[in-house]
């Protein structure tokens, strides 16, 4: 089995709402984060918060200022990011070995990884952690045609690129770690693949 999964695409094609109902009925024994898409009245997407895997649960919220784990919003014309975020929840939810119960995590979630939270030294160092660490570890990757797409819109720092290609190999590791390249024509087969390394962990 291998150590890491990650699933990239290009946006929208559906990764995350497949990764979602494959792991669905695990959540609690995942740690780690998952990136929670906020909408306005008109279904528009206007933020993004980060929530440990067992709040997940929907993919889409509607908008409230005052959610915690806000890490950006589009409200107007106005963009506010917040990498504190990333330096205590995310941190936190990564390292949360254990639940309340003091019952150890079985997997790491990371959904999704490769914005504005690459140029956070604290927050990748601790990722570059769990992916080295002992737990398995499944996710989303920004797709490097997405990742230029934000550098060529001035949304990130071309810097992030040179990261993004340095998490890419510690994903992969020495052969322990796997990025597939999802699109809907290969939805079963990827669900497939996602499945069978969840089901390793629990055998």
Known sequence: MYKNLFLESSPKQG?????LNCIASHLQDGAGFFCQRLIDDCGLTVAYRLVAPESAEPLN???DKELPGIFLSFIGNKITKDQDVFEKTAISCLQAAK?????????????EIGGIELLNTKFIRAVYD????ELPCIGVVKARQSLLNMVASNMISPKCIEVGEKLRKVIYGDGRGQIITFCRETSEQTEDEVRRFIEAIYT
Do not use: H
């Open 15 to 19: 990764k995350s709402t497949l990764l």
């Open 61 to 63: 919220r509607g908008y």
């Open 99 to 111: 639940d309340k119960t003091g019952r150890k995590k079985k997997f790491i979630l990371m959904d």
């Open 130 to 133: 769990a992916l080295q660490g």
